[in-house]
């Protein structure tokens, strides 16, 4: 007996504000063997990584629940292709599941690229009240009428988006010319060449390669601890000197939201060095609070190599440990 089976999935794990998973047409006759889907992903594949905390209990809850009969081929780091291609392929069918942020899809389906706008929501409890209050649903029809992607679910986002560059940028206008890397997307190219910047599409695997031989030298992250993060991974990643002054810079400024709470008698401020634009912090989350600004001190202040950051891709790619010296 023949089944057949057409479904399109995508998995896609926040890259903007939210995530979300889906899946590709596949034809199996059960008495072959067990159906083998493929699986895609541009993130590093260990417990570290963005796309990996989303793939594995999703495997391991697939494989409790219908054991050998439904198994998936795992390629992680863009070996399938950059996401802008691997978008295509889940479209036709080659390419049965891929995990991404939302953000990829408006090459498919433009308005995904509404959650890209800036200022569009107030807060991450207003996105995601957006989302789950009927948004998804109707870019989930979207997906299935114009591409034949199931949207299987939308997950956490991994932050805010910022801009950082290898010279300290003090105004939207000195903006004007940089090389900033952006998403293939509608939403982001548009904006940045508005402000006046040269928006160029990497993909995030890339990105370190095209800072090292100047194809970029701007980039988007997370708040000031965030940023000398980035500054710092980029700095090790190409010893370009003033990205090792604009960590340090960035390190000294996110230590200052700390000395203006503790002078008022607080613990943490946000929002602003003016004294008009502050507010109390009582944050401790990973993403938005104390213990992501921890690991940043830490990572900058000691020798040991970060391995949370795999999470948010912002770990500079590592030597091939098989490649021949020289």
Known sequence: MTR?????????????????????PFTSARAAGPIVLRVSSSAPPDNYGAHYLWYKPFEDNLKKLVGDQIK??????????????VVQQVKAGSVDMMISGPSIWATIVPEIGALDLGFLFDNYAHAFKA?????????????LDRAGVTVLGWGFQVGARSVYTKMPVKSVAELKGVKLRVLPTKAFID?????????????????????????????FCHGAAGLAHIYNRMYQATGEPELGRAARSWL???????????????????????PAQREPWSGVDLVDGAAGV?????????????????????????????????
């Open 4 to 24: 057949q089976i057409t479904r399109r999935q995508v998995l896609a794990a926040g890259a903007a504000t939210v995530a979300t998973a889906a899946m590709g």
């Open 191 to 219: 904006t940045f060449a508005l402000i006046g910047a040269v928006p160029t599409p990497v993909p995030i695997n890339e990105l370190y390669t095209a800072a090292q031989t100047g194809v970029v030298d701007a980039g």
């Open 294 to 326: 921890a690991l940043v001190l830490l990572a900058a202040t000691t020798s040991v190599e970060p391995m949370w950051d795999r999470m948010f891709l912002v770990s500079p790619p590592r030597p091939d440990p098989g490649a021949a010296d020289g």
């Open 252 to 274: 000294e400024r996110t230590l200052d939201f700390y000395r203006l709470a503790r002078d008022s008698g607080g613990s943490w401020v946000r929002g602003s060095t003016d």
């Open 72 to 85: 998936l081929d795992y390629f992680p780091n863009s070996q399938l292709g950059k996401e802008a291609d």
């Open 131 to 143: 989302v789950d209050g009927g948004v998804s649903a109707v870019f989930d029809k979207l997906l």
